[in-house]
């Protein structure tokens, strides 16, 4: 449906249609130029003439046409395939790929006349296209709601079905989720629910690093179902020597107990660590009587200073995450009885404007210490940025990430959190930053992305600084809770800053960045820096490096330059202890790298083989959906089409065009004038 809208009189319509007549009179009418002019070409420039002069005035009008389209549009339904490795562990593996074969087939072709079906499949990540082959090491059913939250909004989602047993080994519980999600879930489940006779290790507690010199505890939770009156010897392995041993009494059918072992730490660097339980003639599954975990071992932990003006809420979420990494050692007090020694510190962490913040910094700056301002209390405190504004008002900022900050690696996953983190209040102004300060994190206020500084980071003169410019970071921690149930992402962006302010600067020639502990599910990347004796940055050397695992066996890899550095990915390395060798020039001399990667195995889907039904159907409860075996998947089919919520959305569609937007007046001038001006060029030469 078309409507014509006109913010101008009828009458200058009219007026429009009369200018043009009279102006093609003007020209053709009764003029002794047009004698010679046969009397139908004379016609065809009098219409010509009309149709131009017509057209142009009506392109100065100020009207519309506004098309109105209706569109339907099929509710969706989303198929999640389970494709990680345990799908296929069970005695129904058979049916399983039976059902992936047929069964899903019959579901996509009953339903897809009435449905727009979407196949989707999920383990450690999520993808769209592919068969599933069930070999995805974990399985993460947040992931997959994370996935469908963000790709099917604001769409006609009728409901999703997902085909899985239900073991989940990665990511919360997403029963929010699913209450939220605004279509019912329903699942297919798989596996056996059976529990059977079996000894297992299902978590090692342990440090990820320790100090040498010290002892750290590693505590073993064992659990045991239906061998009661069985005795187990657990032993605590280094390089297959034995280190620790208990004897485990089980003394219940579902029995559950946890051992805990003190260990030295006695060489410097990553040690590898296995617990292993006796296997018993009734078990079914002794993969998960072994479990290996590993510890790095440092020569010094980092000791970091936090004075706060008052006590505050943002100073206890920092001092809670730094004092859950073993890798920093924290002091904590209040400026005011503060001595003013900094020498024997790594990291001065300053939270809350007050006298002593601009003498602290000064004398961090006379010493070479680095720090960490929290809500600056003046606009020439931290070196680098200065405010134009009143430090008495404010505004509430949200955070937005840079994408092109290069200091320390983001994941994905933090990136995502910080763009729904909360508001902070930040000093109103406009912020002067120097050559030398980085953005991390930049304010949105309202729905408008600025360019103002929210946590930023600086090196002058070889010292590192940074400063978070707002206050209410304690709200973040509050949302990775609210989010995930734990405080991981929020405790990665502390670790992540301390970790850059505190390390002492390589002034090595040749620098290498590599994870030294991966699993074998992720993709191994290394990262190479090449300097000068003037430590200006080389970008045309060549860098190489030659991997050797256990066997001795020996792999070329050769590093590309980027622009900024060097880099290579290795992909995904089969678990093992790697060491390596990379070799580069600078000028005639030869530079040497080595070092030790882990690549770890992983075993989580092989250690538990009981299906979990009970997710599946809180996950169908919380979302109004059901749960159905592989063999009721018509009596499904049949729920699902008849469900009378479930259907398709007519909604309309209006656009708004002026006759200029329209092509076909543009080849309608063109016509009219030219056969205009080559009849009046053929007979009026003119």
């Not at 509430?396 to 933090?414: Q, Y």
């Amino acid at each position: 449906m078309t409507q014509f809208i006109s913010h101008s009189p009828w009458y200058i319509y009219i007026f429009c249609v009369l200018v043009a007549m009279g102006f093609t009179a003007l020209l053709y009418f009764r003029s002794k130029y047009n004698k010679e002019v046969p009397p139908f070409l004379l016609i065809t420039l009098q219409i010509s003439r009309f149709i131009t002069s017509l057209l142009v005035l009506l392109l100065l009008c100020d009207f519309f046409f506004k098309t109105i389209k209706r569109q339907n549009e099929r509710p969706l339904l989303v198929l999640a395939v389970d494709n990680s490795s345990s799908m296929r562990s069970g005695k129904d593996s058979t049916a399983v790929s039976s059902f992936v074969e047929q069964g899903l087939q019959d579901i996509k072709k009953a339903l897809g006349e009435t449905f727009d079906v979407s196949a989707v499949l999920f383990g450690e990540d999520v993808r769209m296209d592919g068969k599933p082959d069930f070999k995805e090491k974990e399985t993460d059913f947040e992931l997959l709601f994370q996935h469908l939250e963000e790709r099917y909004a604001n769409r006609n989602v009728g409901a999703a079905v997902i085909f899985s047993d239900g073991i989940q080994n990665k990511g919360a519980i997403p029963l929010s989720y699913a209450e939220r999600a605004g279509f019912p879930v329903y699942c297919i489940a798989s596996g056996d629910t059976t529990e059977f006779r079996d000894l297992k290790i299902t978590k090692v507690s342990h440090n990820q690093i320790a100090y040498l010199g010290n002892v750290f505890p590693v505590d073993v939770f064992v659990q045991a179902t239906q061998l009661k009156g069985k005795t187990a010897v657990l032993k605590l392995m280094q390089n297959g020597v034995e280190k620790a041993r208990s004897t485990v009494s089980i003394s219940s059918d579902q029995f559950s107990s946890t051992i805990g072992f003190t260990l030295n730490a006695e060489t410097i660097g990553i040690n590898v660590y296995s617990t292993r339980l006796d296997v018993l003639n009734e078990e079914n599954n002794s993969i998960n009587n072994t479990q290996e975990f590993v510890v790095e071992v440092q020569d010094k932990r980092q000791k970091i200073l936090l004075l706060c003006q008052a006590p505050h809420p943002d100073v206890n979420a920092i001092k809670e995450s730094l004092l859950g990494n073993p890798a920093y050692e924290l002091e904590t007090r209040f400026t005011g009885e503060f001595n003013g020694n900094l020498k024997s510190y790594s990291l001065l962490i300053l939270h809350g404007p007050g006298s002593a913040q601009k003498p602290l910094v000064e004398q961090c700056q006379e010493q070479g210490l680095p720090f960490l301002i929290i809500r600056p209390g003046s606009n020439d405190v931290f070196p680098g940025l200065r405010l134009n504004g009143n430090v008495n008002r404010y505004n509430d900022s949200e955070p937005v990430v840079n994408k092109s900050f290069s200091l320390f690696s983001i994941k994905p996953e933090l990136q995502n959190f910080l763009e729904i983190c909360p508001a902070v209040k930040c000093v109103f102004g406009k912020h002067l930053l120097s050559n030398s300060s980085t953005s991390l994190l930049y304010q949105k206020i309202g729905s408008v992305e600025t360019s103002e500084p929210l946590f930023l980071f600086n090196e002058n003169s070889g010292i590192k600084s940074a400063c978070f410019n707002g206050d209410g970071l304690w709200t973040w921690k509050m949302r990775d809770f609210a989010e995930h149930e734990n405080h991981d992402l929020f405790n990665e962006l502390i670790f992540a800053s301390v970790h850059y302010l505190s390390v002492k600067n390589d002034k090595s020639q040749f620098r290498l960045r590599y994870p030294k502990i991966i699993n074998e599910n992720e993709i191994v990347e290394m990262e190479a820096e090449v300097y000068n004796k003037s430590y200006e940055a080389i970008q045309s050397a060549e860098v190489n490096m030659v991997l050797r695992n256990s066997k001795k066996e020996s792999f070329n890899y050769s590093f590309s330059s980027n622009g900024r550095y060097y880099q290579a990915n290795l992909g995904q390395l089969p678990p093992d202890a790697y060491e390596f060798t990379a070799t580069s020039k600078a000028g005639n001399e030869l530079l040497q790298k080595s070092g030790k990667l882990l690549v770890r195995e992983m075993n989580v889907e092989k250690m538990n083989r009981v299906a979990n039904h009970g997710l599946l159907y809180q996950l169908a409860k919380r979302s109004g959906g059901q749960v159905y075996s592989m063999n009721d998947s018509k009596a499904l089919m049949k729920d699902l089409l008849g469900k009378k919520e479930i259907k398709t959305i007519t909604y309309s569609v209006s656009s708004l065009n002026r006759l200029i937007d329209w092509p076909l007046l543009f080849f309608v001038l063109l016509i009219t004038l030219g056969l205009e001006w080559g009849i009046r060029k053929r007979y009026l030469s003119i």
